[in-house]
C-alpha cells in the first residue's frame, strides 16, 4: 500500500502552475461569468509569487466589464491559505 500523500497547500499562483493538473478560475458576481484562467500569463504578468486572492480586485469580466471577481481554485486535495 502506497504511503499517504501529503496534503497540498497553494500559496502562489507559481505555486499552482508547478502543481498540475491544479487550476484557477474567476467568477464575475455581476453577471455570473466564469473562466478558467492561464496560469502561464497571470505569472508572466505578475509574477510567481502573487497569491491567488491578490488577483480579486486586478481580474475584469470579458463580458459585462465589471471589475473584481470571485477566486476558485480548483484540482482537489487543496488547503489554501485564509482569505485565498
Known amino acids: 500500500m502506497p504511503a499517504p500523500q501529503k496534503p497540498l497547500t497553494i500559496r502562489t499562483i507559481g505555486d499552482l502552475l508547478a502543481n498540475p493538473p491544479h487550476t484557477l478560475s474567476a467568477h464575475c ?35 459585462c466589464g465589471h471589475k473584481g471577481a470571485e477566486i476558485v481554485i480548483g484540482g482537489g486535495g487543496i488547503n489554501p491559505l485564509p482569505g485565498a
Open 29 to 63: 458576481p455581476a453577471c455570473q461569468h466564469s473562466e478558467t484562467l492561464d496560469l502561464r500569463a497571470l505569472v508572466a504578468r505578475y509574477g510567481g509569487d502573487i497569491e491567488p486572492h491578490e488577483l480579486r480586485p486586478l481580474l475584469r469580466c470579458r463580458h
